[in-house]
């Protein structure tokens, strides 16, 4: 076992793990982002520097700070190491640098982006990105191509985390899209025009951390934000069977893998639950899906609401207005 201090905040676990996968044992805002390591895909990480931390020692044995920032997705822990991520300036900064490059050439569609609300790179941006962009050159521009008859493929979206081409490698039974080129003329495709129909090719539209690969079934039908997500699940013999319901009322928009709470899926869903079953009365309905409330998705969404809790968000509120310190909220407000 390894002992090491993350922003101050020590854990212990096994020799091995990597920077990240502590911090997530430890959880909360100090946990790096990650946009292209995927913790039920093998050999991920290493590609967006998002999750670039600093290692202020190295170890017990040898406490000389690391000369450069790490990924941590890709760095293992040693014992007596101390990171730093939010608490170091030298990160922020980096961590800025790192989302100006992958909004280079990424456009910014966000109002008519289906990943718009639940898109890790707009959250990014909206934490560590600068408000303006130095970058005066021309964009790449790609048409619009369909990877299979289920999925849109809109490759100026796309910031190579290579998850979807993991998905192919693991998931699937043939690969038949990866990236072709280098540097930047690197782009994802299919190769000779073939089409993505394997049985588990829908969940690359879950890993993708950006609106590259969208559902053609759910396209344009709706923002997130006013579909109510509902926990669901059918008896299937190519998968657990378990999704997310995205209804309007009585319809069934979309259907995609439950994600935790590192927006990863950790239950694969195979492509019949994810396309073919567009009826409520496919499924067995749980309840209401659980959204972080920090989640744009959260917007008028309640699992349960306390209304003394509730009173009492309003009170705090109230004490902020006339300028007074704003306490912490209750979190557990609604869920
Ligand atoms: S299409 Fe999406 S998942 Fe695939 S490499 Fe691009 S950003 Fe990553
Ligand atoms: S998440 Fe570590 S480099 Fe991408």
Not at 226 to 253: E, I, M, Q, Y
Request: hydrophobic share 35%; proline share 4%.
């Amino acid at each position: 076992m390894a002992k090491l201090t993350i922003d101050g905040v020590e854990v212990e676990v096994p020799d091995g793990t990597t920077i990240l996968n502590a911090a997530r044992q430890i959880g909360g805002d100090l946990v790096p982002p990650a946009m292209c390591y995927y913790s039920t895909l093998k050999d991920t990480g290493g590609k967006c520097r998002v999750c670039l931390v600093k290692v202020a020692a190295g170890s017990a044995k040898d406490p000389r700070p690391m000369p450069k920032l790490v990924a941590s997705c890709r760095t293992p822990v040693a014992d007596g190491m101390v990171v730093q991520n939010l608490t170091s300036p030298e990160v922020l900064e980096a961590r800025k640098g790192v989302v100006e490059f992958l909004l280079l050439n990424h456009p910014l569609d966000c109002p008519i982006c289906d990943q718009a609300g639940e898109c890790d790179l707009q959250n990014l941006a909206y934490e560590h990105g600068a408000a303006k962009t130095r970058y005066e050159e021309d964009r790449r521009t790609f048409e619009k191509i369909d990877i299979g008859d289920k999925i849109k493929l809109h490759m100026t979206r796309c910031i190579l985390c290579y998850r979807c081409t993991f998905v192919g490698d693991q998931l699937t039974d043939k690969r038949v899209h990866g990236v072709l080129g280098r540097g930047d003329k690197s782009e994802i495709s299919t190769f000779i025009q073939q089409n993505v129909d394997n049985d588990f090719s829908g969940n690359m539209i879950d890993v993708c951390p950006v609106g590259a690969l969208t559902d053609k079934t759910f396209r344009f039908k709706s923002r997130v934000w006013f579909t109510k997500p509902l926990d669901a699940h059918r008896n299937c013999t190519k998968c657990s069977g378990k999704v997310v319901l995205w209804t309007k009322g009585d319809d069934v928009l979309r259907v995609s893998a439950r994600k935790d709470q590192f927006g990863e899926v950790k239950d694969y869903i195979c492509n019949e639950c994810r396309f073919e079953h567009k009826n409520m009365s496919d499924w067995t309905v749980e309840g209401p899906r659980h959204i972080d409330r920090h989640s744009v998705i959260a917007q008028n969404h309640y699992e349960k609401i306390d209304l003394q809790k509730l009173k009492k968000e309003v009170e705090r509120q109230l004490e902020f207005q006339k300028g007074k310190a704003l306490p912490q909220p209750d979190n557990a407000l609604n869920s």
